[in-house]
């Protein structure tokens, strides 16, 4: 399996899998016309890039790291913060709270990226950002064509 961890399972498919073992879970999937290693360093530069292509984050500080797994604070829209542990692997990144899973899995294919993005809200402290399922999913294909403009960008990787 080309630049994907070594686990079995797709990572694109392991997304869908997450989302159906969470009900109400949100996924978008497209295929970026970007090489997987620079929409991977977007996916996973934290601190830089995904307060530029997370539509409900502000900021985020990386408190943590090893070379597979984070503890952030993310700094959402109306200031609250959230400590959140991220688990990092080529071709899948999941990031959970309390109240907040987000998880990207990739593979590429050719020259080009698939890329899949859930969004799921876990508990009522979130009930504010709670949003229909199809305004969700367009959240995240903003997020995803976001994603695909900063891998393009020449001064990005």
Do not use: K
């Not at 079995?8 to 996924?27: I, Q």
């Not at 809200?121 to 900063?150: C, F, G, K, V």
């Amino acid at each position: 399996m080309n630049n994907a961890n070594s686990d079995w399972l797709d990572p694109v498919l392991r997304v869908h899998v997450l989302a159906a073992a969470l009900p109400g879970s949100v996924v978008a999937e497209r295929d970026l016309a970007a090489p997987f290693d620079r929409v991977w360093r977007v996916v996973t530069d934290l601190e830089t890039m995904a307060p530029q292509y997370e539509t409900n984050v502000t900021a985020i500080e990386v408190v943590e790291r090893s070379p597979t797994w984070a503890r952030i604070v993310a700094t959402f829209l109306g200031g609250r913060l959230e400590e959140m542990d991220v688990r990092i692997v080529p071709g899948w990144c999941l990031m959970q709270s309390e109240s907040v899973v987000s998880a990207f899995g990739a593979r590429q294919v050719g020259t080009h990226t698939v890329l899949a993005h859930l969004e799921h809200r876990r508990t009522s402290a979130s009930a504010s950002t709670i949003q229909s399922p199809h305004n969700a999913y367009r959240m995240l294909i903003r997020e995803l064509d976001a994603i695909e403009l900063l891998a393009a960008r020449t001064d990005v990787c």
